[in-house]
């Protein structure tokens, strides 16, 4: 694989409070340099990346309810629509994981019912960040089921928020994605992803994106 091809699956990201608009602007600048598929940032800078992203391949992203996903559906689904408005072209979902958990479908449902439904308008895609670092694997199955049914575009293993999971996203993690989806919905492999060797062994397990900090180490290490 070579660098350009490596590039178009990473998402490369800045997610820590305190970013200031000149921060910003460059790591755009640097992303787009790289063709990332897309820049990953909190909803305060969209309107800063879409100006410096605008004409180029590498996308708008931003995360929603993040990093621990209890808003109401009807949060979670105003604030997707605000930030399309404002120039998302992806969305990064945080599901309500203790929803999942007690069994409580019906809020998911809602949630992902919503959110796809206001992305899928604007052209945007939604990628479901499951938190599989505190799922067990019947879980993960679940949170896969309730994605299909809503029509997200790409299963998320994790935020990678590290204060509060017991561990990083793991090859099995992304495997056990893959089996329970569609062929055409997307995994995306998030959470600890720092080499190139952890990316490929990403991508070999059925990733077809990968969110990461490092992207440009990442790339640097072929």
Known sequence: MDRNALARYIDQTTLKPGMTEHFVTQFCEDAKKNNFASVCILPNMIETAAKVLAGS???????ISFPLGFDAPEVKIFETEDALAKGAQEIDL?????ALKAGQYETV???LEGVVAASHKEGAIVKLIIETPLLTQEQI???CELAEKQGVDIVKTSTGFSAMLPRSTSVDDVKLIRQSVKPETGVKAAG?????EDTLAMIEAGA??????A???ILNGL
């Open 109 to 111: 449902a809602a949630e």
């Open 215 to 217: 992207g440009e180490a």
């Open 192 to 196: 600890g992803i720092r080499t190139t």
């Open 57 to 63: 391949e590498t996308k708008v992203c931003t995360v």
């Open 94 to 98: 945080v599901m309500n994981v203790s």
């Open 141 to 143: 199955v679940k949170a």
């Open 208 to 213: 077809t994106r990968i969110g990461a900090s």
